[in-house]
């Protein structure tokens, strides 16, 4: 069995809730699925660890949660609001411009 | 297995000075995502025992569960953010507050309060009729 990334990931899996909650409103194992989908299985998270951060989104007021009934069993299911779109705008930001350095680092010869 | 696997997480929650209703949720959150998983196992051909064990290592460890929780101040209780202060100051504070508590008792409880006190008063206005009733009939033999 792979692994869970190390603690660099610190802030990913935040960015990639956000990112899949823009689109529609999940549930915890639905998010779990939606990221090893959209990444490829690049990224491997222990899956327990999203509730946190869901949980921490939603009392920053990034994320709303609402139980549904669906197949006889209560889920909760997250949605994106306003403010937690703001937060994604701001965080995708962050991201490019860290993967852009990090990128000319990597091509540029290593002579500093 | 799967009870000793959520009650450690809800001991390390609470541990951790997670707010009693968020770390109940997020069990409960958990409970069905591992539903879930044992579910994904046993498609994939495992025996119950072997699907259960997959499901916990997918959820991860209770401690990094915990961990993970404890990172974000916002879920914790007053107490779980300033433990040291907690320490300090509450028990000043419940010295403060213990004479204090029978008024919160009756603040809490008011209806209850007022329904006794209404008995009461009803019950001293008979007594006081009774007793007038009494006056009466002795004066006027």
């Known amino acids: 069995m792979r692994q869970s990334n190390p603690p660099f990931m610190s802030g990913v899996p935040e960015l990639l809730l956000l990112r899949l909650l823009g689109q529609r409103e999940m549930y915890g194992y639905e998010l779990v699925r939606s990221i090893k989908l959209?990444?490829?299985d690049a990224i491997t998270l222990g899956e327990g660890v999203i509730y946190p951060v869901l949980h921490s989104l939603e009392r920053n007021g990034a994320l709303?949660?609402?139980?549904?009934k669906v197949d006889g069993r209560t889920r909760v299911y997250y949605a994106l609001t306003a403010r937690g779109r703001k937060r994604l705008e701001r965080l995708h930001g962050e991201w490019r411009r860290i993967q852009s350095g990090v990128a000319a680092a990597m091509e540029e010869p290593a002579n500093a | 297995m799967r009870e000793s696997w959520l009650d450690d997480i809800r001991n390390r929650l609470q541990v951790a000075g997670i707010a009693p209703a968020g770390a109940a949720r997020m069990i409960a959150e958990l409970d069905d995502h591992l539903e879930d998983l044992v579910e994904e196992?046993?498609?994939?051909?495992?025996?119950?025992?072997?699907?259960?064990?997959?499901?916990?290592?997918r959820l991860g460890a209770p401690e990094q569960i915990a961990a993970q929780a404890s990172r974000h101040d916002e879920l914790k209780t007053w107490s779980g953010r300033h433990p040291q202060l907690a320490r300090v100051y509450l028990p000043f504070a419940y010295v403060v507050l213990l004479p204090l508590a029978p008024i919160f008792a009756g603040a809490a409880n008011a209806g209850i309060v007022l329904r006794w006190g209404a008995s009461l008063m009803l019950a001293g206005a008979v007594t006081a009729l009774m007793?007038?009733?009494l006056q009466l009939s002795i004066a006027l033999t």
């Open chain 1, 64 to 68: 709303k949660a609402k139980r549904k």
């Open chain 2, 131 to 133: 007793m007038l009733a």
């Open chain 1, 38 to 40: 959209v990444t490829n």
């Open chain 2, 41 to 57: 196992g046993r498609r994939l051909g495992l025996d119950a025992k072997e699907a259960r064990q997959y499901a916990m290592q």
